[in-house]
């Protein structure tokens, strides 16, 4: 697993099969984003050490990208950007996103727990490069507006062309950005959620982390997970806006048992996918994790059908 990891590091590609879930085998990968750019899908993840036992929590040093257009032959395109390319971060490479807009594709990544940056690059495979040489988000002397943990960047880009940024952990923000993708375009606001305000940490619909923004037949879903531990999943809710409020309606699916969820959900060539990870290619460690998919569908009123998580089979 080690050998393929690092020789993708220095910039290669490496085609694989998809055998069914997990997607990747080949190294551990956690939190997809899955965005489309043409007539091909891309997934962003974060990238577990095979080494879980180090002494800085999830301590991760590059991310990756992965893409198909059939979703049965991928490419590994390597890691885009690692933590050694950021001078101002130096631990904790979680949750990215990237989008495309006006011929350039944004990388936005969060670091050290406190910090999201932002990187640029001319392909959706990278590589990327840090825009800023500073974060685009910072909490520190800010925890207030910023919240306690800005973590897990999720971007939505609207019909309008407005772009938002919503990130967070334990307390969920949401802030336009500019066109330039590269500057906030107003305030932090705090994101509602109606209907789990009874609800407290692991439990019910709370609000833990890994949020996703999408449209679906003018409703934004915001799918985000509900914490930690054995039955942590991801869940949804819904708002005429995009900057909510929202109102809580559901789990998107079962747990899938990685201690966390963080996933995705994206339209490709006119079926939707829910990416995710789970932890059945280290036997059930958290801290190595794996990516998988699989299809998703809704119900007439806009609800998600939700998904039954099962135990990873091969397909041929
Ligand atoms: O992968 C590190 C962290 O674990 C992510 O940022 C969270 O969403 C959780 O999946």
Same mark, same amino acid.
């Given at each position: 697993?080690?050998?393929?990891?690092?020789?993708?590091?220095?910039?290669?590609?490496?085609?694989?099969?998809?055998?069914?879930?997990?997607?990747?085998?080949?190294?551990?990968?956690?939190?997809?984003? /899955?965005?489309?750019?043409?007539?091909?899908?891309?997934?962003?993840?974060?990238?577990?050490?095979?080494?879980?036992?180090?002494?800085?929590? %999830?301590?991760?040093?590059?991310?990756?990208? !992965?893409?198909?257009?059939?979703?049965?032959?991928?490419?590994?395109?390597?890691?885009?950007?690692?933590?050694?390319?950021?001078?101002?971060?130096?631990?904790?490479?979680? /949750?990215?996103?990237?989008?495309?807009?006006?011929?350039?594709?944004?990388? &936005? %990544?969060?670091?050290?727990?406190?910090?999201?940056?932002?990187?640029?690059?001319?392909?959706?495979?990278?590589? %990327?490069?840090?825009?800023?040489?500073? +974060?685009?988000?910072?909490?520190?002397?800010?925890?207030?507006?910023?919240?306690?943990? +800005?973590?897990?960047?999720?971007?939505?880009?609207?019909?309008?062309?407005?772009?938002?940024?919503? !990130?967070?952990?334990?307390?969920?923000?949401?802030?336009?950005?500019?066109?330039?993708?590269?500057?906030?375009?107003?305030?932090?606001?705090?994101?509602?959620?109606?209907?789990?305000?009874?609800?407290?940490?692991?439990?019910?619909?709370?609000?833990?982390?890994?949020?996703?923004?999408?449209?679906?037949?003018?409703?934004? &879903?915001?799918?985000?997970?509900?914490?930690?531990?054995?039955?942590?999943?991801?869940?949804?809710?819904?708002?005429?806006?995009?900057?909510? +409020?929202?109102?809580?309606?559901?789990?998107?699916?079962?747990?899938?048992?990685?201690?966390?969820?963080?996933?995705?959900?994206?339209? !490709?060539?006119?079926?939707?996918?829910?990416? &995710?990870?789970?932890?059945?290619?280290?036997?059930?460690?958290?801290?190595?994790?794996?990516?998988? %998919?699989?299809?998703?569908? !809704?119900?007439?009123?806009?609800?998600?059908?939700?998904?039954?998580?099962?135990?990873?089979?091969?397909?041929?």
């Amino acid at each position: 697993m080690a050998c393929c990891a690092a020789a993708l590091a220095q910039g290669g590609e490496m085609q694989f099969a998809y055998k069914g879930n997990p997607l990747v085998r080949h190294l551990y990968t956690a939190d997809p984003s /899955a965005r489309v750019v043409g007539d091909r899908l891309y997934v962003y993840t974060s990238h577990d050490q095979d080494s879980s036992e180090k002494d800085v929590h %999830f301590d991760m040093l590059d991310w990756r990208v !992965f893409s198909s257009a059939d979703l049965k032959t991928w490419t590994d395109h390597g890691a885009p950007l690692a933590l050694d390319e950021i001078s101002w971060a130096s631990k904790q490479a979680w /949750a990215p996103d990237c989008v495309g807009r006006n011929g350039k594709f944004y990388f &936005y %990544f969060p670091v050290e727990q406190t910090k999201i940056g932002v990187a640029v690059g001319d392909s959706p495979a990278g590589p %990327f490069r840090d825009a800023l040489g500073r +974060p685009l988000v910072d909490n520190t002397n800010n925890i207030p507006v910023v919240g306690r943990e +800005p973590i897990d960047p999720g971007i939505l880009i609207d019909d309008d062309g407005q772009a938002y940024m919503f !990130f967070g952990c334990r307390d969920a923000r949401c802030v336009k950005l500019k066109e330039n993708m590269v500057e906030l375009g107003g305030e932090i606001r705090p994101v509602v959620i109606k209907g789990i305000e009874n609800d407290t940490e692991n439990h019910g619909g709370w609000y833990g982390e890994a949020p996703w923004i999408f449209k679906r037949n003018g409703i934004y &879903y915001l799918v985000y997970s509900n914490g930690w531990g054995k039955d942590t999943t991801m869940l949804y809710a819904t708002s005429p806006q995009p900057m909510g +409020p929202f109102d809580f309606r559901g789990e998107v699916m079962s747990p899938s048992r990685a201690g966390t969820s963080h996933g995705s959900i994206v339209e !490709f060539k006119g079926r939707w996918y829910v990416f &995710y990870h789970d932890a059945s290619l280290s036997g059930g460690d958290g801290k190595r994790r794996s990516v998988c %998919f699989d299809e998703i569908t !809704f119900a007439p009123d806009g609800s998600i059908n939700r998904l039954e998580y099962r135990a990873p089979q091969d397909v041929e």
